[in-house]
């Protein structure tokens, strides 16, 4: 059995209570809820974080590099600004998959780049909270070869 980080960035506490037109109408909770399943299911176990603090996701990709076997990482607006987030990430040897619940290339120009892409190894975005469900798959799927 091995573990898998998933980490959420700022405002993403907020999932459900508000913009459902953009974000979908499931809480945190029941994302976090449908990855653990997801991944008990595929007979693995996750830790699932969020913050609304950059250093404290650095940290937990710190964390990683001892701990988790993957890492799936939605850093919402840092996504777009956080070099930090990448040098930490750059120095993560595992599966790394970046999710968007939105599709952030229909939106406006300034999410249409992403520091973390340089490190993922894939992308999720426009699929709603189901593209974590997808990247637990497909984590798995990268343990197994
Ligand atoms: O689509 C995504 O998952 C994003 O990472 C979400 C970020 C946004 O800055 C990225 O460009 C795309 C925003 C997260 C804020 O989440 C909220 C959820 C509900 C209500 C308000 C904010």
């Given at each position: ?10 405002n993403?506490?907020l999932?459900?209570k508000r ?127």
């Amino acid at each position: 059995m091995s573990l898998i980080y998933v980490l959420n960035g700022p405002n993403l506490n907020l999932l459900g209570k508000r913009q459902p037109e953009v974000y979908g109408h499931e809480t945190l909770a029941m994302v976090e809820a449908d990855c653990r399943r997801v991944a008990e299911e595929l007979g693995h176990s996750i830790r699932f974080e969020q913050s609304n603090r950059e250093y404290e996701i650095i940290d937990w990709i710190h964390a990683a590099r001892e701990e988790a076997a993957g890492i799936i990482i939605n850093p919402a607006a840092l996504t777009h600004t956080s070099i930090a987030i990448l040098d930490a990430l750059n120095a993560y040897d595992h599966p790394v998959i970046e999710v968007h619940i939105s599709n952030v290339h229909k939106r406006e120009a300034f999410r249409h780049h992403s520091y973390v892409s340089l490190r993922a190894d894939g992308v999720i975005a426009g699929l709603g909270t189901e593209g974590y469900q997808l990247a637990i798959r497909r984590i798995c799927t990268l343990l197994k070869s």
